[in-house]
């Protein structure tokens, strides 16, 4: 608003210094906005200039055109601003057309402001200011956009060149730490791995069927689930022991068992030295035998590896020959262990009840004493009747003082008879609780032949169970509880079994790749812990 009104004065005193009538007040207000700001008043074309000669056909020519009065004065502007003196706006037009200048082409205010080349009436010249062409040179702004737009350049390149290395890193490290050692395990097992055969057979422990009770009123120690029990414990027994040491160096001493693994027919990584040594031969052992125990069917599963399907089958009909007498050898400690058991406990439980009866007729014998039942009811039978006889007594001592003259010769030995069977009845109690060290009481008396009777039961009942498992045992010793059963017999294989060159390797590039992840993951990590 302050830039129209500045240029509304200009225009004013432009016109005064020219003679010319000022402007009303009002049109300084109310003057029609053309986009090009407030309306300036133009002053007329300066006298002191020619005027071109125009034509009347050429001005005809852009009245007939139609244009605004918004477009008439920008045109009369762009007159003033080149210097081209016209008496009427359609001239205006026409002159600057002749000079090929665009008088619609949009301007500023600013650009309208030119300096005339007149004088004042005093003779001073009329200083105006000049419109200076700026410096051609880029703005901070652009400066700084120019700047950001290179500085996002620069990063988008650098982080595509850390892409990139990052990339080559991680193959060059697959490579190495990934495919080159799965490329080796594979090269082994298919070019330099020794075709082995496998011998498969299955075999189970069973127990055989208890026998019926030979008279009612003793049962069988074992039952279904304890037979069960049994047997899987007898298989995982024999699976042990078809593991360890000892079968291995059975099996070596009776069909040289190292001496097959020993050659150059073997590859370098399954071949045993000419002087292995025991661990070294129990390796391969558990590398080539492989036995498993199925808890759900009771089942044990054996597979034998060699280099030639006969020996391999060899080897397991040895191995089920040493689980045979195992399970023998295992059945026929457990009988003995059974029947050696009973016959302790029934002898121990016989010694026993012999010694509460003795300890019982000791008691018997040192007080004298048949039953403490019959002294106690002796004992409490005197008690009742000397209690009755003092009542009586009383009784008769009450009538005697009831008189008014009382026979005093007559009551003084019923008093001295009372007092004498109080202390009867004292003496007797005295007998039922008290005791001394010659003398001990009938209560003390009756708790230990109590015991000692308790003692004799507890002796009968144990003596007649020791006697019922000892009779078990018997019946569970005089056959075989167990036998080894086979289901499947070892045959020899026509195609190798091993190695599976495939699935091995395959398996090789996951453990491979999965050692680097997990690497990988705890370098990440540690990197973040130690850079945070």
Known sequence: MTTKLTAKRFNMRKAGAAGAEAPPLDDLFNEPDDGMGPGLDLPPPPTGKRREGVRPEEIAAVEAENLTARQLRMARRMALKQGIAASSDPEAVVLLRRKGIDPFQRTTVMDLVVPRESEGENGENVQLPQRIKPISVPSTEQRAEESHLSDLIRIQRDIARRRRRKLIMLALRLAVFVLLPTFVV???????????????????????MA???????????TTSSAGLMGVAQDSIAVQGYLQSREAMLRLNNDLNFA???????????????????????????????????????????????????????????????YAEEQVDQLTQRMRADQMAGAQAGYEKAEANMLAANQKLVDLQERFSVLSS?????????????????????????????????????????????????????????????????????????????????????????LLAQSLEAMEAARVEATRQTRYLSRSVNPTPPDEATYPRAFENTLVALLIFLGIYLMISMTAAILREQVSS
């Open 259 to 321: 001496g097959k693994f020993v050659g150059d027919h073997i590859d370098a990584l399954q071949r045993l030295p000419d002087d292995a040594t025991t661990e070294a031969i129990y390796g391969v052992y558990k590398d080539n035998v492989q036995i498993a125990y199925d808890p759900t069917e009771g089942i044990v599963k054996m597979d034998v590896t060699a280099d030639d399907p006969h020996v391999a089958v060899a080897f397991s009909n040895a191995l089920i020959g």
């Open 186 to 208: 594979g090269w082994y097992y298919f070019r330099v791995a020794t075709p082995m055969y496998e011998a498969h057979s299955e075999f189970v422990i069973q127990q055989a």
């Open 373 to 461: 039942d019959m002294e106690v009811s002796l004992v409490t039978s005197q008690i009742g009747t000397l209690q009755s006889q003092i009542l009586e007594d009383r009784l008769s001592l009450a009538q005697i003082e009831s008189n008014p003259t009382p026979n005093e010769a007559r009551a003084e030995p019923l008093r001295e008879r009372i007092d004498r069977m109080q202390q009867q009845i004292a003496d007797l109690r005295g007998q039922l609780t008290s005791s001394t060290a010659n003398d001990p009481s009938i209560a003390r008396l009756q708790s230990e032949l109590l015991v000692a009777q308790s003692d004799i039961e507890m002796r009968q009942t």
């Open 211 to 221: 026998p019926q009770a030979a008279s009612g009123g003793g049962g069988l120690l």
